[in-house]
């Protein structure tokens, strides 16, 4: 279990020094119950990565590192550029039913024939990386054919976060053939509703693909 935690270090590229956000808030952040939270955080102590201090909080342990060499947190300014996994889900689950709902509306029949090749390249594809990318084409058009480009742009910032290393190894650990054929099916729904202009279950079919993927990855609801 600690993998979750020290992929969470490595990728906010923690130093010796650094503190880590309050237990609450990072339990929330990497959508962990707190109980298992603590036992990583001891365990990572117990290892001599992490030191605690009463009061102060937990900070990235390292050579030549002592209480009077630890840093203050970063600023909130810093603070703000990052985010996490349980937040890339409120997010997704605010702006895509949306989303789809506008494409029921707006998507072209090319865009339809686009997102009918996408699902049937992801159900056919015979490894995790072939399956996210096309996993990720699908949600791309949709966006696309929601022809906002506000809502393009706020997706393209969820788009890069979960291109990145925390989330790629999460969603490697939770897919199972089962799932993946789940998640293609979701799609299929998703479609139908698209091509029947039908918005509202565009968009309750779109809510309930990411609330399945949301509980896949983080092992339970929020």
Known sequence: ?????????????????DRLPPERDLATKLGLPRTALRRMLAALEQEGRLIRHVGRGTFIAGNGVSSTALRPPAGKAVDALRTYPAEVFEARLIIE???AALAALRATRQEIEEMQKS????????SLRDFEKWDSVFHRIIVEAARNGLL????????TVRAGNLWGK?????LTP???K???GSHQDIL??????????AERHMYNHIVSARENILGRTI
């Not at 969470?8 to 923690?14: K, S």
């Open 1 to 17: 279990m600690s993998v979750v935690l020290n992929d969470f270090i490595e990728a906010e590229g923690l130093e010796p020094g």
């Open 97 to 99: 039913p949306k989303v």
């Open 119 to 126: 699902i049937a390249r992801g159900g056919s594809a015979d």
């Open 152 to 159: 393009a742009a706020l997706y393209e910032t969820i788009h």
């Open 170 to 174: 999460m969603k490697e650990q939770s």
């Open 178 to 180: 089962e799932r993946m």
């Open 182 to 184: 789940a998640y293609i």
């Open 192 to 201: 139908e509703a698209i091509k029947d202009r039908d918005s509202k279950e």
